[in-house]
């Protein structure tokens, strides 16, 4: 080709460029990138052509599978007075992208001007929120929690298995279940000294909530181990510390009991959407778990609920716990939302881990239909960088649990965490009903 006539294919490419819709752009470069020797950027750097177009367009066309230049697939420059080309594809997902950036927009800005709590979303509202552009979505989640919390501040939560595994449930990613072989071998409750050390040492090392644990399936025949914890939860109310307890179901005298002990909050999983629940549960229906936080609900004590990402769930499956949480009579005191940590012995033992913008999206599509919620980040925080807890942070994460070991798995070490909050200039929350 001679310099004439590269000359003219420049500037015919540029012509056709400049009638072709923005969405199309790239898809075009890509056939002049590999049908001709003139570059893309140097087509593009014609006159009147916006300079934003020349660098991204240039990137995706060196991107693009190569095409032979006599082939029809190749760019063909159109004739004069063509119609325009048909919408890409690519045009139809920017629409469907601005529609959520829209959803996202208004709701949480109506959140924020408003002040009040809904509990009548739609699942399309909430699915409109989790599928805008994750930049949107952080964004707006981080104006909520600005709006309704402290952002800099980040409650400090320990949380101690008084009662380890031999649990009678089947839940899948769980290795306290005594039908998987596991290393956890089944223990009794933890003795009062123990449990009372525990929490001294929790609240000497800044945490202002203290949490229980025990692997069983309900309090049912357990009344002399129930005592007993009723007795731990009102020494450590008497440390000046925020009391948690999960014990499994639990009946509304049990949870009547808890709430004269002083408990704060009772912490009650729903794990998942109850269409994809019988897939990991099947001893515990989803209805009971809602009848449990209804008893705690109605007992004055604070509802803790939220679920695990990564059990092999799709993305709606994770709206709909969301929406279960978010359509409750009162939102959730605490929202505890867990990656999944996968253990060697369980059925879930080969689940892939969640990335952390799948987190980062359904932690900021919780705090905008949750505004008031504590949003805990859980389990499996041991796996993601400073970086990538600072993003849980900024799209609306104000809470963590601290210590080496959440029940069973492992956990950031508190020396980790202490550069964490030097290094992002957060503090530890003080405790709100002490």
């Known amino acids: 080709m001679t310099p004439a006539t590269t000359a003219v294919a420049t500037a015919?490419?540029?012509?056709?460029?400049?009638?072709?819709?923005?969405?199309?752009?790239?898809?075009?470069a890509a056939g002049v990138w590999r049908a001709s020797p003139v570059p893309v950027a140097s087509a593009l750097s014609a006159p009147r052509l916006p300079r934003r177009f020349v660098a991204?367009?240039?990137?995706?066309?060196?991107?693009?599978?190569?095409?032979?230049?006599?082939h029809p697939a190749a760019f063909q420059v159109p004739p004069p007075g063509s119609p325009p080309p048909a919408v890409p594809p690519?045009?139809?997902v920017a629409g469907e992208e601005?529609?959520?950036?829209?959803?996202?927009?208004?709701?949480?800005?109506?959140?924020?001007?408003?002040?009040?709590?809904?509990?009548?979303?739609?699942?399309?509202?909430?699915?409109?929120?989790?599928?805008?552009?994750?930049?949107?979505?952080?964004?707006?989640?981080?104006?909520?929690?600005?709006?309704?919390?402290?952002?800099?501040?980040v409650q400090q939560c320990t949380l101690l298995s008084i009662k380890t595994g031999g649990c009678s449930e089947d839940c899948a990613y769980c290795p306290q279940s005594s039908r998987y072989k596991t290393e956890v071998k089944a223990s009794k409750l933890l003795e009062n000294d123990v449990v009372l050390e525990a929490a001294r040492k929790a609240k000497e090392a800044g945490s202002s909530r203290f949490c229980m644990g025990a692997a069983w399936r309900d309090m049912n025949g357990r009344k002399t181990n129930f005592n007993q914890i009723l007795e731990y939860v009102k020494e450590i109310r008497g440390m000046g510390m925020e009391v948690c307890c999960t014990l499994g179901?639990?009946?509304?005298?049990?949870?009547?009991?808890?709430?004269?002990?002083?408990?704060t909050a009772y912490n009650h999983n729903l794990d998942t959407s109850r269409e994809y629940y019988p897939k990991i549960i099947s001893t515990r229906t989803y209805d009971e778990r809602l009848q449990t936080l209804a008893h705690v609900r109605d007992a004055g004590v604070h509802v803790c609920s939220g679920g695990i990402i990564g059990l092999g769930e799709e993305e709606k499956d994770r709206v709909g716990l969301i929406h279960?949480?978010?359509?409750?009579?009162?939102?959730?005191e605490s929202v505890s939302l867990n990656a999944l940590l996968a253990v060697t012995?369980?059925?879930?033992?080969?689940?892939?881990?969640?990335?952390?913008?799948?987190?980062?999206?359904?932690?900021?599509?919780?705090?905008?239909?949750?505004?008031?919620?504590?949003?805990?980040?859980?389990?499996?925080?041991?796996?993601?960088?400073?970086?990538?807890?600072?993003?849980?942070?900024?799209?609306?994460?104000?809470?963590?649990?601290?210590?080496?070991?959440?029940?069973?798995?492992?956990?950031?070490?508190?020396?980790?965490?202490?550069?964490?909050?030097?290094?992002?200039?957060?503090?530890?929350?003080?405790?709100?009903t002490i």
């Not at 949750?370 to 900024?394: D, H, I, N, T, W």
């Not at 963590?400 to 200039?425: M, R, V, Y």
Request: net charge neutral; charged share 20%.
């Open 345 to 432: 012995g369980t059925p879930l033992e080969n689940q892939e881990p969640v990335s952390i913008w799948d987190m980062v999206r359904v932690i900021a599509t919780a705090r905008i239909v949750m505004p008031k919620s504590m949003v805990r980040l859980s389990a499996g925080r041991v796996r993601f960088s400073q970086a990538e807890q600072a993003l849980c942070f900024m799209s609306g994460a104000n809470s963590i649990f601290t210590g080496d070991k959440l029940l069973t798995t492992p956990n950031n070490a508190k020396s980790d965490d202490a550069l964490l909050f030097q290094t992002l200039g957060i503090t530890p929350l003080t405790p709100k």
């Open 56 to 70: 991204t367009t240039a990137a995706a066309a060196a991107a693009a599978p190569a095409v032979d230049a006599g």
């Open 98 to 153: 601005n529609a959520s950036v829209a959803a996202v927009r208004r709701h949480a800005t109506a959140a924020v001007r408003s002040g009040t709590l809904r509990t009548d979303w739609s699942r399309e509202e909430i699915q409109a929120i989790y599928d805008a552009p994750i930049m949107e979505l952080l964004f707006q989640g981080a104006s909520v929690h600005r709006a309704f919390h402290e952002p800099l501040k």
């Open 324 to 332: 279960t949480l978010a359509t409750l009579p009162e939102h959730p």
């Open 249 to 263: 179901m639990i009946t509304e005298d049990q949870a009547n009991q808890l709430a004269e002990a002083g408990l």
């Open 90 to 92: 690519a045009a139809q």
């Open 12 to 28: 015919a490419a540029a012509a056709a460029l400049r009638r072709l819709p923005n969405g199309a752009v790239a898809a075009a």
